[in-house]
């Protein structure tokens, strides 16, 4: 019987060089919460919009800390930036305006895009002043991207792009997107082919941004659409034709990060806060164990795969395993949360465990949809593991 593939890279240690790191940013955190400049959010990756919170994080070198020097940012490795973005998680502070520029649009401009690129968008991502959303989702396609429908159409000059895009976070505020579309018709043969990246910039005319508001009333999703919106060609990402190849690679960095398992963490804290004034049965210790350990599970493998990234490789099929795994794990904080305790979730609190628990409660749905649903990620692995 042929050997299975690996599901994650080997396991990696952090050097001794990111404990001072670790330090700096819970100092800056503690002085930023004892200022009263934020409170600790769930799912704050997504919902806590602070350009503030970006830009002082940038003066400190937190942002931007992958992409070389030469375009502003700071040359440091992926386990850096790893320290760092997991204790603003797990701080639960405001990082989603600068979080897809960072994690995702920096990597996939240094791989993919041209010189001029790289010179017009990397040292404002890494300053905390050019932010992005995904272009990647489309009405009725779920998450089976091969089926976008927005299509760009060869005009003297570039691409004159017409279509949809939705669940786009934080459109409202960001200066571009990567747009997936399709650039040549569709092969039944071969799904995948045909597909581009566009860098789009949303003040573009013929841009229409909508707001999608959430179960609370906020707003963070969007639904862009496209009429006749013109994109040079000095706008195209990567080669015409290999959108399906960029955007999955795209992916290894969007599905793998400590985001995927903590955007419930400060819950799983106020938790324990709450639960140590109180004698603990055994029911209680073996539930607190059992979600104690698997979050050190995840992150494990989470850093396991940000070693990988590190070491130049593209670990597509580990971020599926991560990010299916660590979504079930955040409902499954949630879901411990109310059986353990019965204080009522209160999303008109000022702070605390009870506020924590009702944004987790409104933010789960999105769980295990955003980035891929469950489902997809598990055909994912099954066809890596030669199943299917």
Same mark, same amino acid.
């Given at each position: 019987m042929a050997k299975l593939p690996s599901l994650v890279p080997p396991p990696v240690e952090l050097p001794e060089r990111v404990a001072d790191l670790r330090a700096e940013v819970r100092a800056f955190l503690a002085e930023e919460r004892a200022a009263g400049a934020w409170r600790p959010r769930a799912d704050t990756w997504l919902s806590g919009w602070d350009e503030r919170f970006s830009r002082a994080l940038a003066e400190r070198g937190w942002l931007?800390?992958?992409? =070389?020097?030469?375009?502003?940012?700071?040359?440091?490795?992926?386990l850096d930036r790893y320290v760092v973005t997991e204790e603003l998680l797990a701080a639960g502070a405001p990082v989603a305006a600068h979080w897809v520029a960072d994690r995702q649009i920096g990597p996939s401009l240094m791989r993919f895009g041209t010189e001029e690129q790289r010179q017009r968008f990397l040292p404002g991502i890494a300053a905390g002043e050019v932010f992005f959303g995904i272009g990647m989702s489309e009405p009725d396609s779920g998450s089976d991207l091969a089926s976008v429908r927005s299509k760009a159409e060869w005009v003297d000059g570039g691409w004159e792009l017409t279509g949809t895009k939705v669940w786009t976070s934080g459109a409202h505020h960001a200066h571009a997107f990567f747009a997936l579309v399709r650039?040549? =018709?569709?092969?039944?043969?071969?799904?995948?082919?045909?597909l581009s990246q566009l860098i789009v910039e949303l003040d573009s005319p013929g841009v229409t941004i909508r707001p999608i508001p959430l179960l609370t009333g906020a707003h963070h999703f969007n639904e862009v659409v496209f009429d006749k919106v013109f994109i040079p060609d000095t706008r195209?990402?990567?080669?015409?034709?290999?959108?399906?190849?960029?955007?999955?690679?795209?992916?290894?960095?969007?599905?793998?990060?400590?985001?995927?398992?903590?955007s419930t963490f400060p819950l799983l804290v106020a938790l324990l806060q709450e639960i140590s004034t109180g004698e603990l049965d055994a029911g209680r210790r073996r539930d607190l164990g059992g979600l104690v350990s698997?979050?050190?599970?995840?992150?494990?493998?989470?850093?396991?795969?940000?070693?990988a990234l590190e070491a130049g490789q593209a670990p597509e099929l580990a971020a599926a395993v991560v990010k299916d795994l660590g979504t079930r794990f955040e409902n499954e904080v949630i879901d411990a949360s109310r059986l353990l305790l019965s204080? =009522?979730?209160d999303p008109g609190a000022e702070s605390g465990y009870a506020r924590l628990l009702a944004e987790a409660v409104l933010h789960a749905p999105g769980f295990t949809l955003r980035g891929g649903t469950n489902e997809i990620l598990r055909g994912i692995v099954a066809r890596g593991l030669g199943l299917r």
């Open positions: 931007g800390m992958t992409i =070389p020097t030469e375009y502003g940012g700071h040359g440091r490795g992926a650039t040549s =018709p569709k092969d039944d043969t071969n799904r995948h082919a045909g195209v990402l990567g080669e015409v034709g290999q959108g399906w190849h960029q955007v999955t690679s795209e992916l290894a960095f969007e599905r793998s990060g400590p985001e995927r398992y903590l698997r979050y050190w599970t995840l992150r494990r493998m989470s850093l396991a795969i940000a070693g204080i =009522p979730p």
